[in-house]
C-alpha cells in the first residue's frame, strides 16, 4: 500500500509542476498586471472570448448538426451534406474573410500584449527609477554628514601619506648614506690594498737594489783589492828601512795539561758544540775541499761529514787529534802557518777555524789571515769564530778559563785585514747571547744589555773576490 501511496504522491508532485509552468507562461504571454500600481494593464479577457467564439463558428462551417442514427437519419444527413457541398462555391469569399478577421484579430491581440508587456517593463523601471530617487533623497539627506567624514578621513589619509613620504625619504637617505659610506669603505679597501701591493713592489724593488748593490760592491771591493796589491808589489821593489820581519815567531803550545778535558768542562760538550756550529754549515753548501783549523774533537768534520762533504782538520793537540782520527774523520797533528804555507794556492773551497785565533799572538792573525786568502779559491768561504770582546761578561767568564788565551780581537780589527787580502762580502754574526748564560742581565734595559753584554762570541763570514 505504501509504494502505491508514493507513486500518486510523485504524481500529483509532477502535475502541479506542469500546471505551475503552464501558468508561469500564460502570464508571461498575456501578462494582466504590471506588478505594481503605477500602470494599470487592459483586460483582453473579452477579446479572447470573441476570438474563440469566431474561431468556433469559422470551424463550423460546412459541418452538419449530429442526429441519432437510423435510416431517415442517414437519409438526412447525406442531404445535408450535399446542400452544404453544393453552396461551398457561394460561401468561399465569406469563409476567407472570416479567417482574415480572426487572423486580425489574433494580430491585435499579440500587439495590445506586446504593449502589456512594453508597459509592465516601463513600470518596472519606474519603480527601480522611483527607488534609485528614494535612494538619492536618502543620499542628499545624508550627504553633508558624509561630506564631512569623506574629509575627515581625506585629512587623516593625507596626513598618513605625508608620513609614509617622510619615512620613504627618511629610509632613502640612510640608505644613501649607507651605500656612500659602504662605497668610501670599498675604496678605502682598494686603496689599502694599492698601497699594499705598492708597499710590497717597492720592498721587491728595493731588494733588487740592494742585491745589484752588493754585486756591484762585491767587484768595486775586487777592483779595490787589486788595486792594492799591485800598490804592494810595486811598494815592494823599493828598498826600506825599518820594517819588522814577517817571519814568524815560535809556536806557542799548549801546556801541559789535558786540553780535552779542559774544553769539556768550560766549552760545553760535543752536542753542545756541534749543535752551535750547525749553523756554519749552510754556507760551506757545495765545497769540495773544507779546512778545519783547530779542529778539537772534531764536531764540525762530523758535521761536514753527515753533510757530504770532504774536510780534514789540523790542531796542535795530539790528544784531540787522536780523538778524531778513532772517529774515522781526517786529521792531523799540524801547525797552522807551516799547513797552509805547503798547501797548494786556491786549492781550498772553505776554511773553518773555531775558538782559534785569541789563542795567536797579535801579530801572527795578519799572516794567517793573508795565508788563508791565498789558499781559498775564488768565491771561496773562510768563517772564523772567536770571543766577542765587545760583550762584557766574556772578561768575567769564558776568556780567562783557558790559560792559552793571549788577547781577543775584535771584529772590526778582523774584518779589516780579511778586507787587507782580498776577501769581501763580510758578515758579522753574534752569536751565543750573554743572557742564556747569565740571566741576572735581564734587569739591566736592552739597548744597554745588548751594547755591552751582547754575544759572547762572534762569527765573521767572508768570501775571496780575487
Given amino acids: 500500500m505504501a509504494p502505491e501511496n508514493d507513486r500518486h504522491s510523485l504524481k500529483t508532485e509532477e502535475l502541479t509542476a506542469l500546471v505551475r509552468e503552464i501558468r508561469d507562461r500564460v502570464r508571461s504571454r498575456y ?3 504590471s506588478g505594481h500600481a503605477a500602470i494599470p494593464l487592459a483586460d483582453l479577457s473579452p477579446l479572447v472570448h470573441a476570438r474563440d467564439a469566431a474561431a468556433a463558428k469559422l470551424a463550423a462551417i460546412g459541418t452538419v448538426n449530429p442526429r441519432r442514427p437510423g435510416a431517415a437519419n442517414a437519409l438526412i444527413q447525406s442531404v445535408k451534406r450535399l446542400i452544404a457541398r453544393a453552396l461551398g462555391w457561394f460561401v468561399r469569399d465569406q469563409v476567407v474573410f472570416n479567417r482574415e478577421t480572426v487572423a486580425c484579430v489574433e494580430a491585435t491581440m499579440e500587439a495590445l500584449n506586446e504593449v502589456n508587456r512594453a508597459l509592465v ?6 519603480h527601480d527609477g522611483l ?3 528614494e535612494e538619492l533623497k536618502d543620499i542628499r539627506a545624508h550627504w553633508p554628514a558624509w561630506r564631512n567624514e569623506w574629509e575627515r578621513k581625506l585629512s587623516i589619509n593625507e596626513v598618513r601619506f605625508l608620513r ?4 620613504l625619504e627618511g629610509a632613502f637617505q640612510h640608505r644613501s648614506t649607507l651605500m656612500d659610506a659602504n662605497y668610501r669603505e670599498m675604496v678605502k679597501s682598494q686603496h689599502a690594498d694599492f698601497q699594499a701591493a705598492l708597499e710590497r713592489s717597492g720592498l721587491e724593488i728595493q731588494k733588487n737594489l740592494w742585491r745589484d748593490f752588493e754585486r756591484i760592491r762585491a767587484e768595486f771591493e775586487r777592483l779595490i783589492h787589486i788595486e792594492l796589491r799591485l800598490l804592494r808589489q810595486r811598494a815592494a821593489s823599493f828598498p826600506r828601512s825599518g820594517v819588522i820581519s814577517s817571519e814568524p815567531a815560535d809556536e806557542l803550545h799548549s801546556p801541559t795539561l789535558d786540553y780535552a778535558r779542559l774544553a769539556e768542562r768550560f766549552r760545553g ?7 752551535s756550529q750547525k749553523f756554519y754549515v749552510p754556507n760551506f753548501t757545495g765545497c769540495q775541499e773544507v779546512l778545519d783549523i783547530g779542529c778539537g774533537r772534531g764536531e764540525f768534520l762530523e758535521l761536514m761529514r753527515e753533510a757530504g762533504t770532504l774536510a780534514h782538520g789540523i790542531d796542535v793537540d795530539p790528544g784531540s787529534v787522536a780523538l778524531c782520527v778513532s772517529k774515522g774523520l781526517h786529521a792531523e797533528v799540524a801547525d797552522l802557518f807551516a799547513h797552509l804555507e805547503k798547501l797548494t794556492d786556491s786549492s781550498l773551497d772553505g776554511i773553518f777555524s773555531a775558538q782559534v785565533v785569541e789563542h795567536l799572538e797579535p801579530h801572527r792573525i795578519p799572516e794567517m789571515v793573508r795565508l788563508a786568502a791565498r789558499k ?11 770571543p766577542n770582546p765587545e760583550c762584557l761578561a766574556i772578561f768575567a767568564t769564558h776568556f780567562y778559563l783557558d790559560p792559552t788565551h793571549t788577547r781577543p780581537i775584535p771584529s772590526a780589527l778582523l774584518s779589516f785585514y780579511m778586507e787587507e787580502y782580498g776577501l769581501g762580502g763580510i758578515q758579522v754574526h753574534r752569536r751565543a747571547p750573554a743572557l742564556e748564560s747569565i740571566p741576572a742581565l735581564s734587569g739591566l734595559p736592552e739597548d744597554f744589555r745588548n751594547a755591552f ?9 767572508a768570501r775571496k773576490l780575487i
Fill in 376 to 386: 781559498l779559491a775564488r768565491g771561496g768561504v773562510i768563517v772564523i769564530e772567536t
Fill in 164 to 167: 609614509s613620504v617622510a619615512d
Fill in 31 to 33: 501578462p494582466s498586471d
Fill in 269 to 275: 760538550s760535543e752536542e753542545y758544540v756541534k749543535t
Fill in 121 to 126: 517593463s516601463l513600470a518596472n523601471q519606474m
Fill in 453 to 461: 753584554f751582547g754575544g759572547l762570541d762572534y762569527a765573521i763570514i
Fill in 131 to 133: 527607488a534609485a530617487i
